[in-house]
Every structure is written in C-alpha cells, then in structure tokens.
C-alpha cells in the first residue's frame, strides 16, 4: 500500500499536458448505454456561460474554443448528480449502471444468505450463490432487492446493465489479517460452509446456518468483504486511483459515447458511492431508515429507478455515522466532492482541482467506513460486558463482531486513504480471529477489552476522530 500511495502522489503532479494527450481509453467490460436524457434523469441546473460561476473551486479551464474538446460551456457546481453531455445536445453524461447491478449483486447475496436463517428456508447449493457472485445474463435473473412500497422499475439485472458480475470486478490482493488469503478463496470457503450446514437441518432456518463453529457470522463477512474488496475496491483503488490517467478532452469510444474517459471513470466511482442522484434531499434519519426511507420516487413516475432513486450500502452507513455523531457530515462531505469533482472535470479544470475532490471523495469514504467498525468495536464491547449472564446474545455478539472485522478488511482497497498497511495490521491483531465468549472478570476478557481500546486508539489516531464520537458511534 505504501508503494501505491507514492505512486498516487506522483500522478497527482501529472501536468494537464498529459491528461491533453489522452494516454489512456479505458473500457468498462461489457456494453454500457449511453442515456439520452429521460424522464428518470433529475432536471438538470441551468448552465451558465459566465466563467466566474464554477463553484468554490475556481477552476475555469476552458479555452473558449469547443474544438473536439464539445461544448465550452462552463457550468456551476449542480445541486444534483446531472450533468448533460458537451458532446451531444440532449444528452446526459452520466451512466453507471454496471455499478448499480454490482451495488444489487453484492446487496441480494446478503438477503439470499439472510433468508437461509428464517422460517421455513430451504437447502441451497453452491450453484446458487455463484449465480450472483459470477452472474451471467442468460440466467436472467431479478434482484431480491425491494425499494419499500413503490415498485422498482427495472427489477432485472441485466435490464440495467449487461455483461455484469462481482468475481471479475474482485480484488487478489491477499487481505489482511488473513493466512495468506485472497477474497475470492475466502468467500469461496464461507460459501461452502453455508452451502454444507444448510443441509442441516438444525441450523437451517436458524442464524447457524450462516455463522462457522467459531462464531464468524458469514453473512456479514461475506457481504462487507465484497464491499471493500469489489465496491470500495472498484471505487478508490480503479476509478478515483487511475483518474488521471483517463482522457478528458474527446467522446468516448470514437465519439459513440456522450462523455470523455475521465467522466465516465469519475460516474464509475461515484455509481460505486452508491447514492442517489439527489442525495443531498435525504436526511441522516432517512438514509439510516428502512427501504421506504432510503429511496424515493424523485420523478413521479410511481417507481423507483435503482439507477437514480436509490441509496446503496456505503451511502447510507454516511447517513447513520453522521446520525450517530456530532460535527460530522459525511453525507455532504462526501457528495460535493463528488460533484465539485465531476464540475470541474466538465470544464476541463487543473489537476490539482480535480485532485482535491478525488481526495476528499476517498478519504470521506475511508471514514464513513472506519467510523462504522469504531461503531461496531462498540457493540462488540457492549455484547462481550453480557457474557455469561442472562442477557448474553451470541446471534448479536457474532454479528456485530463480524462486521467489525469485515469492515476493517474492506479499509486495506483504498490507496488514497490514511490508514498504512501496518494500522490494518495491528488493527486485526487487536480484533483477533472470532468472537471471544469470556465472562467479564477472566484475563482473557480484560486482554481483550484493552486489545478493542487499542484498535479504537489505531482509528482516533489515524483519521483525527473526536473523542465524543469515538465514545457514541
Ligand atoms: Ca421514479
Ligand atoms: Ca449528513
């Protein structure tokens, strides 16, 4: 990690020049749609042709010629997540999809798990986990995944996006706190663990179905391990990480699409984010709420788009650490930066601008996601103080373990980030390999109290917490 942090501070001082130069045309894998504006895209701010309007950045990089470059249009920063083409009139620049399916993949593979622990649940087999973690279109497939009481509009995978699945966006970096282990051999092992104890009927249609014989709650490793190691992954490690290296200045794909490189990779990273296209409209209570709290039906056509209309998991844990905090607005933090970036990149602004935002955009990302294990570090301490009394809750204790440590797994993908390599090191050697049931009293249960204090002085330290927030999160 600390190579790859050197190497982003040398992209950071890559000339405009470069990014003229246009090195680099990624493709994103599969067929993305180039959107004409429709009735699901959120009405879009009037532009403006005065210079001095670009938001509180102050870039202003167009050269008053539109040449290949399209429009020389200078927008100001929108209040929603719009911007219209400078290459075709009409139409939007905006598409993500690919990241939406991956948001639902990620998201169905955790209510698939979820349901195996309820009443009356069937056996599955491996086949049907791989249906999601490797999905192809021809299995043709709809999301488990409900937006409340208002119908979703396109319930189908691949309606949204074709030529998606999670295993080809995945990590193989060997994740750490691990023996040596990569995501896809962890997953696979946890996968077949749940595959093997549903067919026993004892622990099917119970939480046993999902948690291993030393107490890992596989629903959630599984499911937070996928966040960071294909969505954060994707998000900071790809799309913010190699920014820079993408063109700006011409339509994609010979000027099939209707955006640059550098604006398509910046949506990528923003459809990874996972919110709403008008975020800033939900409150903390809203996002940290139930489905009918987290989507909206923004245009009025009695559905709910997933593309537009709807708040994945990374922004809605930005909603409930912003609830749950005092001082801190991730929610806002996190979005203006994602649209002062995508402002700037539109009017050709300064690396350094672009830079800025990127920077922000990743490190508010860290620390929605740090702050969500310091809250989980809490729930932990809370359970364990339970041990062996009356109130002692196991299905609870293992799951907010398991979302501490997953959590603190899915932080090593982001190399814009602050943590080093050896925080994360130390941080799962505070944490431990399970779940520890010691009563209070026993040295094991003290060691292990004073290891999670640690592990939340690793975070405090690192990311500049309060101490307020360390103690209520
Ligand atoms: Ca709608
Ligand atoms: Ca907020």
């Known amino acids: 990690m600390l190579h790859r942090k050197r190497l982003s501070n040398v992209l950071r001082q890559i000339p405009l020049v470069v990014l003229a ?33 670009s938001g509180s950045s102050g870039s202003s990089g167009s050269s008053g010629s539109s040449g290949s470059s399209g429009s020389s249009t200078v927008i100001s920063v929108p209040t929603t997540y719009t911007f219209a083409s400078r290459f ?29 622990g309820k009443d009356g649940a069937s056996p599955i087999g491996l086949q049907d986990l791989l249906d999601l973690y490797e999905y192809d279109d021809a ?10 009481s ?16 999670l295993i080809g966006k995945l990590s193989d970096d060997v994740v750490l706190g691990t023996d040596d282990k990569n995501a896809d051999t962890l997953l696979r092992e946890w996968f077949a663990l749940i595959v093997a104890n549903s067919q026993d009927p004892e622990k099917l249609g119970t939480p046993a179905v999902y948690t291993s014989d030393e107490g890992l709650d596989l629903s959630q490793m599984i499911n937070k391990l996928l966040l960071g190691a294909v969505v954060y992954h994707q998000c900071t490690g790809v799309y913010l990480n190699g920014l820079l290296e993408r063109d700006n200045t011409v339509a994609r794909k010979d000027g099939k699409d209707p955006y640059t490189s550098m604006e398509h990779g910046w949506d990528e990273a923003f459809g990874y984010f996972g919110a709403a296209r008008d975020y800033a409209r939900y409150t903390d209570d809203q996002l940290a709420g139930g489905a009918d709290d987290y989507s909206f039906d923004s245009n009025e056509d009695g559905m709910i788009d997933f593309k537009s209309e709807y708040n994945f998991g990374f922004s809605r844990n930005a909603g409930k650490r912003d609830r749950g905090g005092v001082g801190v607005d991730f ?6 930066a994602f649209l002062e970036g995508r402002t700037v990149i539109v009017n050709r602004g300064t690396v350094a601008d672009i830079s800025a935002q990127r920077q922000i955009a990743a490190e508010g990302l860290e620390k929605v996601i740090a702050a969500t294990a310091v809250h989980y570090i809490n729930d932990t301490l809370s ?44 941080l799962h050697g505070f944490m431990g390999e399970a779940p520890l049931y010691d009563a209070p009293g026993t040295s094991t249960y003290e060691a292990q109290v004073t290891a999670l204090n640690d592990a939340k002085d690793v975070f405090q330290s690192a990311l500049g917490f309060s101490a307020a927030n360390m103690a209520d999160w």
């Open 21 to 53: 130069a246009g090195l680099i045309t990624y493709g994103c894998g599969g067929k993305s749609k180039p959107q004409t504006i429709l009735s699901s895209d959120l009405v879009p701010p009037p532009a403006t042709n005065s210079g001095g309007s």
């Open 88 to 116: 075709e009139s009409g139409k939007s620049s905006v598409s993500y999809g690919g990241q939406t399916v991956r948001n639902l993949l990620v998201q169905d593979l955790k209510i698939l798990i979820g349901n195996l």
């Open 139 to 148: 299995l043709n497939l709809t999301s488990l995944s409900t937006a409340g």
């Open 150 to 165: 208002t119908p979703v509009m396109e319930p189908n995978y691949s309606a949204i996006s074709t030529g998606k699945n």
């Open 331 to 336: 929610t806002k933090e996190i979005f203006d």
């Open 383 to 426: 359970d364990m103080a339970k041990n062996g009394t009356d109130d002692e809750n196991r299905v609870k204790h293992n799951k907010h373990w398991a979302e501490m440590k997953a959590f603190t797994m899915a932080l090593q993908y982001n190399p814009l980030g602050r943590l080093s390599t050896s925080d994360l090191e130390q």
